[in-house]
């Protein structure tokens, strides 16, 4: 029997989609822009509500399309702040992968109090663009161009064999998405990396989860390291074999990582002396 089931609820007066199951400490999965919450996390969601309350929502116009896309990466942090609210969450874990990590990192900067840590996979903070550069990019001959651009590196199908160690573990629904070719989350995508983020807050020294054959452009394992050594604290954690999705290519692996992750940082945090002892190398 599945733990984790589909809320519909509304947020803002739109309609709005949320997975979720499971007991324990709060944790906040944001999908990527390929599809939505299904297609990045049903193949970890099960195992990880047998330790947390998993919330896995859509996205505004890249997880469903029939709603309005927020625009501005800021945007989608506050909707996610009203998601939580909604749920009577005061606050969580937040784990992002690709374009979800920047989504999941603007909200940690600004809602701080509502995130208790954060995890990166295959993904990095969205750059702030000067407001002249973003004007320019938004005119119309430089956006169609980088809508070219983004067609070429991640909205068509021959990406599946740089984005995945083994492309036949690519879901049916992003070969089906992929083969289509442009499509409304890439125009949600690219708005909001027009628009540019906060920079990471470094104080919360995030876990980056990363498969290590990813070859799509800037989601190396050099690029991993390079984010990494940006971060002070962070912890770096590749995954054998698996590409920009390694939670599809090995979910017991990063449902380990994750798990071990928050458990130690949980244990850190527990008050000394309260019916127990936490060693200093917990």
């Not at 940690?108 to 903070?125: D, E, F, S």
Request: proline share 8%.
């Amino acid at each position: 029997m599945s733990t984790v089931s589909l809320r519909e609820i509304a947020i803002d007066g739109q309609p709005a989609s949320v997975h979720v199951g499971g007991r324990g400490e709060p944790l906040l999965l944001v999908h990527g822009g390929w599809g939505g919450a299904s297609m990045h996390w049903s193949s970890v969601w099960e195992r990880l509500a047998e330790r947390f309350q998993v919330i896995a929502p859509d996205l505004p116009g890249v997880g469903r399309t029939d709603t309005p896309a927020l625009g501005a990466v800021g945007a989608y942090a506050r909707w996610l702040e009203r998601l939580l609210d909604d749920l009577g969450v005061a606050s969580a874990w937040c784990v992002g992968n690709s374009f979800g990590a920047g989504v999941a990192s603007c909200f940690a900067a600004q809602h701080a109090a509502r995130c208790r840590g954060l995890v990166l996979v295959n993904g990095t903070p969205l750059p702030a663009l000067p407001r002249a550069v973003g004007w320019l990019l938004a005119r119309p001959l430089p956006r169609q161009m980088l809508r070219a651009l983004a067609l070429k590196q991640a909205y068509n199908p021959s990406i599946l064999a740089r984005a995945f160690a083994d492309p036949g573990r690519a879901p049916a629904a992003l070969r089906d998405d992929l083969e289509r070719g442009s499509s409304p989350q890439m125009d949600a995508v690219l708005d909001a990396v027009l628009h540019g983020g906060p920079s990471a807050p470094l104080g919360l020294a995030p876990l980056i989860v990363w498969g290590e054959a990813d070859r799509l452009a800037g989601s190396s394992a050099r690029a991993a390291m390079k984010l990494h050594a940006s971060l002070p604290g962070s912890q770096l954690t590749f995954i054998p074999a698996t590409g920009h999705m390694p939670q599809l290519e090995n979910p017991e692996a990063f449902v380990d990582a994750v798990s071990r992750f928050i458990e130690a940082r949980s244990a850190a945090a527990r008050p000394r002396g309260l019916g127990g002892r936490v060693d200093a190398d917990a």
